[in-house]
């Protein structure tokens, strides 16, 4: 059977109706993926009907919800192939995730003069962190340079990676290019000189099977919500020999073994991890989404993506001086381009007004801005629910654009 669109989307609510009196077309879901009724009615029956605390109650209520909080923990593990459940830290969101693993492990394993390699092409997620904890650490925080493409350049970061760095933290999909980076190999090389590794999947995890114990990375991060989960909850994967040789980051209840006013014994991971009230909630919310995920064929989605993409693509091509920016030999779902004259919030205005919604700025990417001397790039980012209806309006939207600032 073919992927059919027309039923995913009709699971959406969030895309039906209209925006500014047209039809709503969604182009956005790299900021934020609307939710499907799988996710909105698990959490709707769970907060109707299943509510309660999790770890504390010795009532039936919360050991229900306790169940149900750490088997989204188990859903979540198998949705990534992680080895187990204790692998799977609840944070709330990916900024939160890699600030624990800088606030946490880089606190305690990174000294003066180590290195931690990211990319020109980051998230700022994966920047402000690492330049926080060094002015506690004195780590030095360095970036791979980006081909013009907007691929990395292996040969920079050959030569980069040397025995100072101890660190290799790295986006998967660039949220402001669509670069797929080659994070496995990027890994072994990492690995070769005993570094550890942090790939940030924000942008990966909607759009591709991941697998993280063939990527023998050693953490793994994304957020729940560009997986067409709730907000507030996002997951920190890492390697069990890590993850126990890392102290907590924030205290209070929750992550504690026994505690006097003298002193605290921590609980192990995950739970070391998670002080105080856990966003119960949107961890169920999550794993209904990975279940929802996992009903689909990873090929098929992958392949109707590929498609619509190179179709987006193409209609970007007849944009009279549209710039595309990132066109990575291996790149998906992310579009950015400016246009001549036009500024990025110009395009993303006129398109609003025919009802297409897609982001204009700098992406919380501004090194990526500084790399193509540009202030802002207008994005296009595509979901699952994505049709050729939607990209012909946004090229139709485009023509105006081009027309008004010709
Ligand atoms: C969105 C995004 C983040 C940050 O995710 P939050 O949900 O805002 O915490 C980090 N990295 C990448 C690549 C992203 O796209």
């Known amino acids: 059977m073919s992927h059919d669109v027309e039923t995913i989307r009709a699971q959406f609510p969030g895309l039906a109706g209209t925006a500014n009196g047209k039809p709503f077309t969604y182009l956005d879901s790299g900021a934020t993926a609307q939710k499907p009724l799988a996710v909105i009615e698990r959490m709707d029956r769970f907060l109707r009907n299943e509510y309660g605390t999790v770890h504390r109650g010795l009532y039936a209520r919360s050991v229900e919800s306790t169940q149900a909080y750490e088997q ?34 880089g606190r305690k394993h990174l000294k003066k003069g180590d290195r931690v390699l990211i990319t020109g092409m980051e ?34 970061f050959d030569k980069l990676l040397d025995e100072r760095v101890k660190l290799v933290s ?54 729940g919500h560009k997986l067409y989960g ?9 390697k069990s020999n890590v993850l126990d040789d890392m102290p907590p980051w924030r205290g209070g209840g929750e992550m504690i073994e026994k505690v006097t006013i003298e002193k605290t014994t921590f609980a192990p991971a995950p739970a070391r991890f998670e002080a105080g009230t856990p966003p119960i909630v949107e961890a169920i919310g999550l794993a209904a989404a990975c279940q929802w995920m996992n009903t689909f064929n990873w090929e098929k989605i992958q392949a109707a993506e590929r498609t619509l993409y ?45 009802g297409v919604a897609i982001r204009a700025g700098h992406h919380c990417a501004q090194p990526v801005m500084q790399r193509y001397g540009v202030s802002a790039t207008a994005r296009v980012s595509l979901g699952i629910y994505n049709t050729q209806t939607d990209i012909d309006r946004l090229i139709a939207g485009l023509r105006k654009v081009s027309e008004l600032f010709r």
């Not at 204790?86 to 800088?102: H, R």
């Not at 360095?142 to 920079?156: E, K």
């Not at 070769?192 to 023998?216: E, N, W």
């Not at 709730?230 to 890492?238: A, E, F, M, Q, R």
Request: aromatic letters at 6%.
């Open 170 to 223: 790295v986006i998967h999909v660039a949220n402001s290019l669509g670069t797929i980076n080659p994070v496995k190999e990027l890994t072994r090389k990492a690995h070769a000189i005993g570094a550890k590794v942090l790939i940030d999947a924000a942008q990966s995890a909607p759009h591709m099977r991941l697998d993280v114990q063939d990527l023998d990375c050693d953490f793994l991060v994304f957020a």
């Open 230 to 238: 709730p907000t507030g909850i996002g997951v920190l994967y890492g």
């Open 123 to 156: 998230h700022h997620a994966n920047i402000v962190p690492w330049q926080i904890v060094r002015e506690i650490t004195g780590l030095e925080l360095i970036a791979c340079p980006i081909l013009d493409d907007g691929s990395l350049d292996m040969d920079a």
């Open 310 to 354: 190179d179709y987006a693509e193409a209609g970007l091509a007849t944009i009279p001086g549209l710039r595309r920016i990132g066109t990575a030999a291996n790149r998906n779902t992310i579009l950015s381009f400016t246009m001549p004259n036009a500024h990025a919030s110009d395009i993303s205005s006129i398109l609003d007004l025919e």
């Open 72 to 105: 989204a923990r188990v859903t979540v593990a198998k949705f990534i192939n992680a080895p187990a459940e204790k692998n799977i830290v609840f944070t709330m969101g990916c900024t939160d995730a890699i600030n624990l693993v800088a606030w946490s492990w």
